[in-house]
Structures are given as structure tokens and as C-alpha cells.
């Protein structure tokens, strides 16, 4: 019979432990982190949520009215604040009837109760013509306002 040698129990059964061990701590320390990331994001959804609760937007629609300007392919809406919150960026869209739309991005700077003018700006709809509605949203809170096409007049 030939003599081997090779690892003893005890020593194997170390080995199988400590190698055990460094695994468990590598998806010990790729779970906290994970974890981690997914509270922060999670945090930071909430705090934007709860800061924009009180946001309402609502267009004038009987002293400055949402108004089409064809030479200047441009629609006017006045928009309110009925928050405290300040919104500063807003996107408006302007849809035609024939299935073409305009993005803007405009920086509106509304404080709390306060106003601004949106200019929509591109005219993509057939030969210029009015929008059939427009949307204007705050960037910072998602926060939609449409205004229909019917309520905006031709200047």
C-alpha cells in the first residue's frame, strides 16, 4: 500500500469554515448596500411627494385668457400657483389637430400664490394653426394642468 498524504480532517473542515465565512460576509456586505441605495431613493421619492402635496396649478381662464397669437405661432397661459411652494421649471405641451405636437421646456419662477405667463412656442400644428389643448406641468412635482383648445381664443 502506498503511503499518501493529504489534508488532515481538521484542517480541511477550518478551510471549508473560513471559506464559508468569507462568502456569507461578501452577500452580507452586497445586501446592506443594496438595502442602503433603495432606502435613500426611497427617502427621496417621499420628500418629494410630500413637498409638492399641496401643489395646484389652474389656468386663468377669464382675465387673461389662454390665447393663440398665429403671427407669432406662440399660445399664452397664465398660470397659478395655489401652493407655498416655489416652482421654478416647467414643460408645456401644445397638440394639433393634425397630430403634431411642441415640447417647451420655460423657467417659470412661481413662488407660493403666486403667477406667471407660459409662452408655447413652435406652432407644428397645419399651417400654423391654434392648439386643440395644451398642458403645462412642473418638473419638480409632475403636477399636469391641462387647458382645452376650446377655452383658448385667437389674438
Known sequence: ????KGVSPLIATVLLLLVC???GVIIWQWVTSFQGN???ESTKTQQKMTGCADVSLTADLTDIKPTWYSAL????VLVKNGSG?????????SYYSDGNS???SVSLNITGGGQA??????GAGTGGTKPTRVIVESTECGIKLEVPGTSIQSG
Open 73 to 76: 405661432k406662440a399660445t399664452k
Open 1 to 4: 500500500m502506498k503511503n499518501q
Open 85 to 93: 411652494r416655489d416652482l421654478n421649471t416647467f414643460k408645456v405641451y
Open 102 to 104: 411642441d415640447v417647451n
Open 38 to 40: 433603495v432606502q435613500t
Open 21 to 23: 465565512m468569507a462568502v
Open 117 to 122: 405667463v407660459a409662452w408655447t412656442q413652435g
